[in-house]
């Protein structure tokens, strides 16, 4: 089963709650409708009306939106409207709920993490999804990354090795959808190792893993579509290189992963992703 961290299971992890539900979404989502972003006031008045969210969580939201252009972590449109329809204070612990907009990685029980935002966005950029492609993410966690994803295209595939944490998450996803969050019925779940990936549902056009390993798994890029593109964090624990990796299939029939460093060389720490892949040949 795949563990994109190490799993920790025990009384004080399973007992951090996910905060109660707010509001419910007054407007029915809409692929073409995006928040102002030109101010402040506008993007909170904007968002307060069209999905009810809080205007204090919004406003920290769009905070962190201007930092994350300035640390050039995220440029793109689509992604940009992407992290802004995305209620990151939904997929973090009653504990963190004051942090949910902080640069860091934060805790969410199980020995495991949420992304931080930077990471999100600059993994989710490089990745350059359009709203045909499909994608599948390697370790659901929190289950933010997906949702962020399910505003960028319908076709959202997520494994998670850890079964409670999985059961957590898809049924924190299925109570959003409840209040009016439609776009993560997009997201589809399952609980299993995914360094073996989802070969029932492959070809896929994108991927993004989120846990490091020391080399890129096999069935992924087998399981990724010519040219398509997968952003993994490869290195030594907690000393990872977060790389693009594009497939290119060559003449003769065989597979080159043409890699590219997307932080320039500057070392990532990112959760071990372990399972029963351990001891095997890497690609």
């Not at 939904?90 to 020995?111: P, Q, S």
């Not at 989710?124 to 933010?144: A, F, H, P, Q």
Request: hydrophobic fraction near 40%; proline fraction near 7%.
């Amino acid at each position: 089963m795949l563990s994109r961290r190490l799993f920790v299971l025990g009384a004080a992890a399973a007992a951090l709650p996910l905060q109660a539900a707010r509001a419910n979404v007054p407007q029915p989502y809409d692929w073409d409708a995006s928040p102002p972003i030109a101010s402040r006031e506008a993007f909170v008045a904007w968002m307060v009306k069209n999905r009810g969210e809080d205007a204090n969580f919004l406003g920290q939201r769009y905070d962190r939106y201007l930092k994350l252009v300035a640390g050039k972590d995220l440029w793109d449109a689509p992604t940009t409207r992407a992290y802004l329809m995305t209620p990151r204070e939904e997929f973090v612990t009653h504990d963190n709920l004051a942090r949910a907009y902080e640069g860091h990685f934060l805790n969410i029980g199980f020995g495991v993490t949420i992304t931080g935002p930077h990471s999100v966005c600059r993994m989710t950029d490089t990745l350059d999804i359009k709203r045909t492609d499909k994608v599948l993410e390697i370790g659901t966690g929190s289950g933010y990354q997906s949702a962020v994803l399910s505003n960028l295209t319908p076709n959202v595939f997520s494994i998670e090795i850890i079964p409670p944490l999985a059961q957590r998450t898809r049924a924190l996803y299925d109570s959003l959808i409840a209040r009016g969050y439609s776009e993560y019925a997009a997201i589809t779940t399952k609980n299993a190792d995914g360094y073996y990936g989802w070969a029932e549902q492959a070809p896929f056009d994108k991927i993004i893993v989120t846990c490091g390993i020391d080399h890129v798994p096999p069935p992924l890029l087998q399981q990724m579509k010519p040219d398509g593109i997968m952003v993994i964090p490869v290195g030594p624990p907690g000393a990872q290189h977060v790389l693009k990796v594009i497939k290119k299939l060559n003449a003769d029939g065989s597979i080159t992963a043409v890699r590219s460093d997307i932080y320039n060389g500057q070392i990532q720490p990112f959760v071990p992703f372990t399972g029963g892949h351990q001891g095997q040949a890497s690609l």
